[in-house]
């Protein structure tokens, strides 16, 4: 959770229950080789790692973090909001369904005191049965572990020192540094071995007096995350290293977090090579102004704020870039702008594949109140505007881990084939929603699918969102979106549209593999 520049410090969570713009070309920048691998290989198995601006897989396959940040274990609760009203594999299913393949889970380390007990979790119903009794951690095992079976990845973010707010520092007078280094270790080591977790984000958004490369050791962010990172690597040297940005570099100011003007004379070193992630934060109005907004050539001008703030570090070839938070309600013309704006700077997957910028959105809970989320205030319908601007950067999810992450039978020889299930989500008699389920049901790997239905009645689809459709009459084709065609056998992706009127009868749709 962010917290903006000088003296605006707004809440963004509630604690208790509760166009495009001009992208710079990247002419003269240096092209990473890539890796070459098995073509029929789904990206993204195993622990990953760095090279030049990318983020490999362990067979050397360039992945792209798209993904969606989920708090609450951060809170007072002690974990992810939203379990008052649903169960978590369901949120977790809607998630992959969307389109994202990565959840950041923020969390304070109260997580690690016995006094910290989950709260505002609704069992009734069947909901979260398997969560009864456990503790923080338990619970973060678990959403773990279902996370890994639906082919997300899980980046765990040290939000807080504890519950009660931010930091601008890693430490505090209650929470020292040995504490925070002590408990990271102990993220490190529960989750060793497995591949779901794929890193940690160190400390959410240093600011002032936090410093880079100033070289004293009680303010220099840099230096900090070093320690913490080869303590994080020396207990599980597989994980990646996000390091967030400070506020105030060299005189100049930005968003919290959101500053790695200083990371390109000052890169963080660790002992393990090939393991740091950079990451930024970058906001709209709705969170609170700057001085680029006002600028007469916005949006234009953008591109080159970011590109001074941290873009130089991917076009420069030097490092990977994750944007760890961005977001905004979307009710300004201003905040429309920068969205759209924000987008094609990350590039878009359809045209660059997973030699891009990474990111993860703020936020999936619709809680946050300067920004919204992904999910409108009942905690399951989807804002499908603001989850549209974000449909040409998602990306591939990754190989199931664990157990029950599916997977096509045995036997000799490979079958392609897939399967649809459509589900009415609301109806309210002059138009509906509804969503489709794809899964792979053959034995191996598929590269694009293609759904088909007809309905009954006079129907008519008013907006698609994950998929592009065709119409003719009672007949619908649905194909799949760039982010989600691959699907490995036995995962699955979903797309979601509205249409009008409602009150029709639910149609069985056909699936065709590609």
């Known amino acids: 959770m962010f917290r903006t520049l000088h003296s605006i410090r707004r809440l963004r969570t509630a604690m208790c229950v509760a166009v495009a713009a001009l992208l710079l070309p990247l002419a003269g920048t240096v092209q990473p080789a890539q890796a070459t691998v098995a073509p029929s290989a789904v990206p993204g198995a195993g622990y990953w790692h760095t090279s030049g601006r990318q983020i490999l897989d362990a067979a050397g396959q360039p992945v792209r973090i798209a993904g969606i940040n989920w708090f609450g274990f951060e809170t007072a609760n002690y974990v992810v909001h939203g379990l008052w009203s649903r169960d978590y594999k369901s949120m977790i299913d809607q998630m992959k369904s969307l389109g994202y393949n990565t959840i950041r889970l923020p969390y304070s380390d109260d997580i690690f005191k016995s006094t910290a007990v989950p709260n505002s979790i609704d069992f009734s119903g069947g909901k979260n049965t398997d969560l009864q009794g456990l503790n923080s951690l338990q619970i973060m095992d678990k959403i773990v572990a279902y996370a890994g079976q639906d082919g997300l990845k899980v980046i765990l973010d040290r939000h807080r020192p504890d519950a009660s707010g931010q930091s601008a520092l890693w430490y505090t007078s209650a929470v020292p540094e040995s504490t925070w280094i002590a408990d990271l270790k102990s993220l490190a080591t529960r989750y060793a071995g497995q591949s779901t977790v794929i890193g940690i984000d160190l400390h959410n958004e240093p600011h002032d007096p936090a410093c880079w490369g100033c070289g004293d050791t009680s303010v220099d962010w840099r230096l900090a995350a070093q320690r913490a990172g080869d303590a994080v690597l020396s207990v599980n040297p597989d994980l990646l290293v996000f390091v967030e940005g400070v506020q105030t570099y060299s005189g100049v100011s930005g968003w919290w977090g959101g500053n790695l003007m200083g990371a390109g004379q000052y890169p963080v070193q660790l002992t393990v090579a090939n393991r740091v992630v950079y990451s930024a934060h970058d906001y709209a109005t709705s969170v609170a102004q700057q001085s680029w907004f006002s600028d007469p050539t916005f949006p234009a001008n953008m591109p080159g704020v970011w590109d001074k703030y941290w873009g130089y570090l991917f076009k420069q070839n030097i490092a990977p ?68 601007y974000l449909a040409s950067i998602k990306a591939p999810g990754f190989p199931a881990t664990g157990t029950g992450g599916g997977g096509g039978g045995g036997g000799g020889g490979s079958t392609v084939a897939c399967s649809a299930t459509y589900t009415v989500s609301s109806d309210w008699g002059s138009g509906f929603n509804a969503a489709v389920t794809v899964t792979n049901t053959g034995t191996s790997a598929i590269s694009s699918w293609k759904v088909a239905w007809t309905w009954s009645g006079s129907q008519r689809i008013t907006n698609m969102w994950n998929a592009t459709y065709t119409q003719s009459g009672q007949s619908v084709t649905a194909v799949n979106a760039d982010h989600n065609g691959g699907l490995a056998a036995g995962s699955s992706a979903s797309f979601g549209f509205g249409g009008a009127p409602g009150g029709g009868s639910v149609p069985s749709p056909t699936c065709t593999a590609g």
């Not at 030699?355 to 109140?369: E, H, I, K, L, M």
């Open 321 to 388: 870039v994750w944007v760890g938070e961005f977001g905004t309600t979307l009710q300004s013309t201003v905040d429309q702008k920068w969205l759209a704006a924000l987008v094609t700077y990350l590039r878009p997957t359809g045209t660059y594949g997973a030699d891009s910028f990474s990111w993860t959105f703020w936020a999936w809970n619709p809680n946050s109140g300067d920004t919204g989320g992904i999910l409108k205030d009942d905690w399951a319908t989807v804002d499908s505007v603001k989850d549209g």
